[in-house]
């Protein structure tokens, strides 16, 4: 019976070497490919084992990593006033992934970026726990707060740029929502989250960067460097060819001003100081669509600006003649980001010069050293710098006697822009007041906002926007400039 | 002790017993467990265990009085088998304590711990070893069972149909007070009884008295009726109690068995050929089998939607996380696979946290017992021995073969116990049973044969007449 037990032998060696190739083949050759597969746990327990690195603002950080006993992910991300910066970070949720710069960042927060090998390396060695690295912003938590305070109940959006940097100052969108309450994983952190879903106001929008409005009076800027920079007009101070009334391009309808204000052939000053919508709908015209886009491009219009959070397209599209003339006083089909006026306030605070708006200043490896420092950069050349200090010059005198008194700062030069954009059919709705303004001091201009209220006043054109959203860009200016002395 | 040529089990006239070397590993396997149990605690509260004294002093009283058993009784037995299931079973209760400490398993409702339950099943093993070595003085004394043993099989297997499913099979006998068994732990071995009994006497007349038939042997359905529908008989009564691992494993000895006593290469195929028809007809009315051949073609596909597949693609990536090396005993994520971790795929906790160099050793070792057991086969002097050892270590191998290669997604998970490293008391009992057999049969096969007696006929028959 000896020869088939020896084949039995041979048969039973056969089973074992199966399974150990088949070991082999599991756990070498395919052993990457599972571990890290979508469906292996093993991948978001590790990433939830540690600390998340922070996001850091004035040298302060405003988000921070509890330990939680609910569930094998050991931290959770928590905000330190969570409402305040939920616009700047977004969220980042064990259950519901993550967003805006907690999205983006995530290799340094975990630390598993590949900038942070050798940081990793060395820690490695050194027996030193994992810890994610830091995301320092250029936010300026005054500024900040500032632009909170003066939203308040309002839903609305405040964007300040560092005109000379393009550094993003504030960054709010109201109504905000605390991402704290859903960076768990539990059933309750579910629920949160569907509330904040639910809600009617949408809290989770990020109104300054994703939502694109009507820019009303504060695009007669736009067109006033379209003019200019085309040869249209050369002084600010010459009167302008402008009848009133004056009918819109292949129609019979008159284009209204607010009131009765002197419009009829008004020098861009003041036009400008008094919102003529005769004056700028007129000048629209008179550059054509294909002019006007081209100026609109320059301020950085008609594609995403990443911060490096996507902001949405501002657009001023291709359109017939009266549309045109209407989209020069920003009544018509374009739309704008906050953002977007932010960066044509800064552009002109900034002699022309657009520079790229960014928010991360620097990348941090866990033991703070840096691993990357943004440096400024120019997305484009706006208007040239003699036909920017003519806005603002004109700018400034809306400010000083205009429809933006609201936003003087005693001892600060300040020029600005009010807006009242219509929406809605037949202009039905409440219409949103709009403000972009900078603000500028000895050393040249530190701050340049917009700001935007949706629930504005209804009763007149421009004093709304310079009555509701004047104060608030003042505040965030002064808050800024206090900030720096 | 002059000349010492121990490269085979077959003893020389005065072979060693080699029980020192036997004592040495049971020393060797008794501290590697100890080790790991340490290296459990160390890894999950960062001290020793507070049960390691409990623990070590336990498994290695268990291995010191197997070893003591074996040297009383069974002197010349294989010095391996003995540390190699004390080491397999020392290092499943480290494992299954292990698991035992995992937070998910506690938040559940139905979370018993079980590693204490699995050391005092294995005293009880080690128990049923040393009854098994002081009764069973030869285990030629079993042929006399041959048909008891078929009823008491046939019993064991029966016995379950009248208990409720658990987990979808009727695999288990609920005793008040003892908790629940697997009777066909044990039926595997008295039907192993019952085969090697009837083969032996039966091998001559189904090897010779055979009809050609297209080309193959057929014996005479005198003979191989019986065995053949006593064997049908299991395997129906297995694949209505929905518990295909086992049935396999009967149909798989039952080929091995045959093969070793007719010689005859005919049954190999024979029994493909019916193990093929078998699996293709089970596959075609069990949606339970479906499933898991579907978890098997492709665990991801069925994420979210079939329990087997997710169980299944969680097992693979356990192994997976685990790499070469392991993520270290008590710090990978196994317990994720939930039900049925501590059991049928314990063997994913070995993957992710000993990794493969750990998978393959576990491996290597369940092969030595194969390798032991086989060989014991060989050496044993006679047919019933040997068909006793190789059905034994040939279905230990089937087992380890299925189970693994279930669990490693080598072929379709059927769900059977790792021997030795699973938790499962009948499990544990039946295969220290199993191992004592073993080592009685290499006792009586090592044994130095008695010096011939001085025969008066001596003289007369060296006598040459021209």
Avoid at chain 1, 316 to 345: C, F, H, K, W
Avoid at chain 2, 391 to 401: R, T, Y
Avoid at chain 2, 451 to 456: E, F, G, N, R
Wanted: contains cysteine; charged residues 20%; glycine residues 10%.
């Amino acid at each position: 019976m000896n020869k088939p037990l020896r084949r039995i032998a041979i048969f039973c060696g056969i089973l074992v070497l199966a399974l150990l190739i088949r070991d082999n083949w599991l756990q070498y050759v395919r052993a990457d490919e599972l571990t890290s597969h979508k469906y292996n746990r093993r991948v978001e327990i590790e990433r939830y084992a540690h600390e998340r690195g922070d996001i850091i603002v004035d040298g302060k950080a405003i988000t921070g990593s509890v330990e939680t006993e609910d569930s094998d992910f050991r931290y959770k991300r928590v905000w330190k006033n969570g409402p305040l910066w939920a616009p700047v970070t977004g969220y980042s949720s064990q259950a519901f992934d993550s967003s805006q710069l907690e999205n983006l960042e995530d290799g340094i927060l975990t630390g598993n970026d590949d900038q942070l090998f050798f940081d990793r390396t060395l820690s490695m060695f050194t027996g030193e726990k994992k810890r994610g690295g830091n995301i320092v912003t250029t936010l300026n938590g005054d500024a900040q707060k500032a632009a909170f305070k003066g939203l308040g109940e309002k839903k609305g959006a405040v964007v300040a740029l560092d005109p000379k940097s393009g550094a993003i100052l504030a960054l709010a969108s109201t109504p905000s929502y605390d991402p704290s309450v859903f960076a768990g994983n539990s059933l309750k952190d579910s629920d949160n989250r569907q509330k904040l879903l639910k809600d009617e106001d949408k809290p989770m929008l990020n109104r300054a960067l994703r939502e694109t409005y009507p820019p009303g009076s504060t695009f007669k800027v736009v067109t006033a460097a379209a003019a200019l920079e085309n040869g249209l007009y050369d002084d600010i101070d010459a009167k302008t060819d402008s009848p009133l009334p004056w009918t819109l391009p292949q129609s019979t309808t008159p284009l209204k001003n607010e009131g009765n204000i002197p419009c009829e052939n008004a020098t861009l000053r003041e036009a400008l100081r008094v919102s003529c919508n005769t004056v700028f709908g007129k000048m629209s015209d008179d550059l054509g669509n294909k002019k006007m886009i081209e100026q609109t491009d320059r301020f950085g219009f008609n594609k995403e600006v990443f911060t490096p959070v996507r902001a949405d397209a501002s657009i001023y599209p291709e359109d017939n003649r009266p549309q045109n003339a209407m989209a020069g006083i920003g009544q018509a089909s374009n739309r704008t980001t906050p953002l977007q006026m932010a960066m044509v306030a800064s552009a002109i605070a900034n002699d022309g010069k657009l520079m790229q708006p960014y928010m991360v200043a620097e990348r941090q490896a866990p033991n703070l050293d840096p691993v990357y420092t943004h440096e400024p950069e120019e997305l484009s050349r706006a208007l040239s710098g003699e036909n920017a200090q003519k806005i603002q010059q004109m700018m400034e005198t809306v400010v000083k006697d205009g429809t933006g008194t609201n936003a003087r700062i005693p001892g600060v030069t300040v020029g600005g822009k009010t807006g009242t954009a219509q929406h809605g059919l037949n202009n039905s709705e409440k219409p949103y007041a709009w403000f972009i303004s900078y603000a500028k001091t000895d050393d040249g201009s530190p701050v340049a906002v917009a700001v935007v209220v949706e629930d504005g006043n209804a009763n007149r054109d421009d004093i709304s926007g310079g009555g509701l959203a004047a104060p608030i860009a003042r505040d965030v200016m002064k808050a800024v400039i206090d900030s720096k002395k | 002790m002059s000349v010492v040529t121990n490269t085979t089990t077959i003893g020389a006239i005065d072979a060693p017993s080699r029980r020192n070397t036997e004592l040495a590993l049971v020393v060797f396997a008794v501290a590697i467990s100890v080790f790991a149990y340490a290296n459990v605690g160390l890894a999950l509260n960062g001290e020793l265990p507070s049960g390691m004294l409990g623990y070590g002093a336990g498994l290695a009283l268990l291995g010191g009085v197997g070893h003591l058993v074996v040297r009383r009784f069974a002197k010349y037995a294989d010095p391996l088998l003995l540390p190699l299931a004390t080491l397999l079973n020392g290092l499943g209760l480290a494992l299954i304590w292990r698991l035992d400490q995992s937070e998910r398993f506690q938040a559940l409702d139905t979370f018993v711990p079980a590693a204490s339950k699995q050391l005092l099943f294995s005293a009880i093993g080690v128990g049923m070893l040393v009854a098994v070595l002081v009764v069973l003085k030869d285990h030629r004394i079993l042929q006399r069972y041959t048909y008891i043993s078929m009823v008491v099989a046939l019993f064991l297997l029966i016995l379950p149909m009248f208990f409720p499913a658990v987990n979808g099979a009727k695999i288990w006998i609920r005793i008040p007070g003892v908790g629940t068994l697997q009777p066909g732990e044990f039926a595997k071995i008295i039907i192993t009884v019952f085969f090697s009994g009837y083969l032996m006497v039966k091998r001559d007349a189904l090897a010779l008295a055979s009809r050609r038939f297209m080309g193959l042997y057929l014996p005479r359905g005198r003979d191989l009726g019986p065995i053949l529908a006593i064997w049908a008989m299991s395997i129906l009564i297995l694949v209505f109690e929905t518990d295909l691992g086992t049935s396999l494993l009967f149909f798989g000895m039952f080929v091995v068995m045959l093969y070793v006593a007719t010689e005859r290469t005919s049954w190999i195929i024979f029994g493909l050929l019916m193990s093929a028809v078998g699996a293709v007809s089970v596959a075609t009315f069990e949606p339970h089998v479906q499933q898991r051949v579907t978890a098997w073609l492709d665990p991801f596909a069925g994420w979210n939607k079939v329990a087997a597949s997710e169980q299944m693609a969680k097992s693979l990536m356990a192994f997976g996380s685990g790499g070469t090396l392991g993520t270290g005993l008590g710090q990978g994520n196994s317990d994720l696979i939930g039900f049925a971790a501590n059991s049928d795929f314990i063997l994913a906790t070995v993957g992710e946290e000993l990794g493969l160099a750990g998978m393959m050793a576990v491996l290597l070792v369940y092969g030595l017992i194969v390798e032991r057991g086989v060989r014991t086969a060989l050496a044993a002097r006679d047919p019933f021995g040997k068909l006793l050892a190789i059905g034994l270590s040939g279905s230990f191998a089937i087992q380890v073969f299925v189970v693994a290669g279930g669990v490693m997604g080598l072929i379709p998970l059927t769900g059977m116990t790792m021997p030795f490293l699973a938790a499962g008391g009948s499990s544990v009992l039946a295969n220290w049973a199993l191992i004592a057999i073993l080592i009685r049969i290499s006792d009586t096969a090592r044994r130095p044969a008695p010096a011939p007696s001085p025969s008066t006929d001596a003289e007369m028959t060296q006598v040459v007449r021209p």
